[in-house]
């Protein structure tokens, strides 16, 4: 059975592992130009415009729509942690780590009629959001020191030394909780999944049901940490192969759990 790869992005200020149960998971950024567009997903909006998604061989569909109604719809292919721009005119824009095999300008929803009985807009109320701040870490921020945890846990994770990795991904986990990053919530929730994928897999060394029983733990904890992220997360595949997972793992403790 392979096992993970190290696929940190410099460029999106995070990191993310991949799992060696079949399902990589990474980071998605989408930026637009000019900036103020809601985009969304596969119909999903997150905060930050960003996103953990499964790696795979279907396409995303990726959609940000300006407050005028101008929208834009794009086709990818992720391939890794991405960075994507999205142009109004519909022109390709920035593309790392995924490829776009279709962009084109989507006509505006057709116009909702006023409401007779509303009150006349406020002209210092609405307009689009000013952008999200980022944070760029430095040599000092959490965010940096837990990519060198990951690097060291990683190294002993293909040494088959799983405690070790255990360790090391566990005190990642636990610098990124306290990180100002905007992307820390997002990564949190790879590292999560990526802990019980190790913990299940360190079960063929060392046959402890209690490293059974967390890889449960943190695989319903990374459910719970996606559903307060991505609003449809309780319809999308990613959550039905996570309850898939928790299955699997109690069938093998059986009665006494």
């Given at each position: 059975m ?6 940190i992005?410099?460029t ?12 990589a ?29 499964s ?5 995303a ?8 109604g ?8 992720i ?18 780590g ?14 909702t ?9 406020d002209?210092?109320?609405?307009g ?6 980022t ?19 990683q ?18 986990y ?12 997002e ?6 999944f ?18 059974l ?8 904890q990374?459910?719970?940490q ?11 595949s990613?959550h039905?192969?996570?309850l ?11 009665p006494?759990?």
């Amino acid at each position: 059975m392979p096992g993970p790869r190290s696929a940190i992005a410099s460029t999106l200020g995070c990191l993310t592992l991949v799992a060696t149960l079949g399902c990589a998971r990474y980071v998605v950024r989408v930026d637009t130009d000019p900036t103020g567009a809601e985009v969304t997903l596969d119909g999903n909006t997150s905060r930050e415009q960003r996103w953990s998604v499964s790696g795979g061989d279907e396409p995303a569909t990726l959609l940000a729509r300006w407050p005028d109604g101008k929208q834009v719809a794009a086709q990818v292919y992720i391939d890794r942690d991405s960075k994507i721009t999205l142009r109004r005119d519909g022109e390709p824009g920035q593309v790392v780590g995924a490829r776009v095999v279709g962009m084109a300008p989507s006509p505006p929803p057709a116009p909702t009629p006023p409401d007779p009985g509303a009150a006349p807009p406020d002209p210092q109320l609405g307009g689009p959001l000013p952008p999200p701040t980022t944070v760029t870490p430095g040599p000092g921020d959490p965010m940096a020191k837990a990519r060198k945890l990951y690097d060291e846990g990683q190294k002993a994770y293909e040494l088959t030394d799983f405690d070790v990795a255990i360790a090391k991904f566990r005190a990642a986990y636990e610098l990124i909780r306290s990180s100002n990053d905007p992307a820390a919530p997002e990564v949190l929730g790879a590292v999560i999944f990526n802990l019980a994928v190790v913990y299940e897999r360190s079960y063929e060394v060392t046959p402890d049901p209690e490293r059974l029983r967390r890889a449960r733990v943190m695989y319903r904890q990374y459910d719970e940490q996606m559903a307060s992220l991505q609003p449809g997360w309780a319809k999308s595949s990613e959550h039905a192969d996570v309850l898939a997972r928790i299955r699997a793992l109690e069938a093998r403790l059986g009665p006494q759990k």
